[in-house]
């Protein structure tokens, strides 16, 4: 009889988690952070960072919303960052996040070398741009379609901001990746400049 009451207590407590969890997963708000920290996942790997931390998906994710949130905002960083990750998706994948190397061979290359690369690339490799050019898609025609209340987005920039405070403190925001990979793409673009130069410096003293 107890084995039947307490089977029978467990069972009416676990519906009722089940009916909050269905409950919370259902608000708007719940299903745009999910979509966003899928979208984080798939953009980390376009940047040629094969595995995302925890961190790193939240601070995307939370990065995109909120610069969403804002048309002109959405327009001159959302969307071209997105683009610029689906052009990028083809060589992170293969060679990984920006370096000297990376850079030196994509300014280097020209047309026909441009487009043999394109056909030395697996066709699964490809897969990757599309799904980073299909998450612009859902963003733009589900996801903006939402509109967020001020309070939803003042609770985000807390916890946007207690995020950076706290990797700040703890080992910098240049080691997460969205930060990472243009610091990255940027210093190398320094490096490879400076090659250069001291290459024609050192071909000009020698004639």
């Not at 960052?81 to 994948?93: F, K, S």
């Not at 940027?186 to 003293?205: C, K, M, R, V």
Request: proline share 3%.
């Amino acid at each position: 009889m107890d084995s039947l009451i307490l089977a029978t207590y467990f069972m009416n407590t676990h519906t009722v988690i089940l009916d909050k969890f269905r409950s919370y997963t259902a608000q708007p708000l719940v299903k745009i952070l999910v979509f966003y920290a899928f979208t984080a996942i798939i953009l980390c790997r376009a940047m040629g960072y094969g595995g995302a931390k925890g961190i790193d998906i939240l601070f995307i994710a939370l990065t995109l919303l909120l610069l969403s949130a804002i048309s002109l905002t959405r327009y001159l960083l959302v969307i071209p960052y997105i683009l610029l990750c689906a052009l990028y998706a083809p060589v992170g994948e293969i060679y990984g996040s920006p370096s000297v190397a990376v850079i030196s061979a994509l300014l280097q290359t020209n047309s026909a070398e441009a487009n043999e690369f394109l056909h030395t690339i697996p066709a699964s490799c490809y897969l990757l741009p599309l799904a980073t050019l299909l998450i612009l898609f859902a963003l733009n025609f589900f996801i903006w379609r939402h509109t967020i209340s001020i309070k939803s987005i003042l609770s985000l920039s807390m916890i946007f901001i207690i995020v950076v405070v706290a990797r700040t403190i703890s080992g910098g925001v240049q080691s997460i990746k969205l930060p990472d990979f243009f610091l990255s793409a940027y210093s190398s673009l320094n490096q490879y400049h400076q090659q250069i130069a001291d290459l024609e410096a050192t071909t000009g003293f020698v004639e």
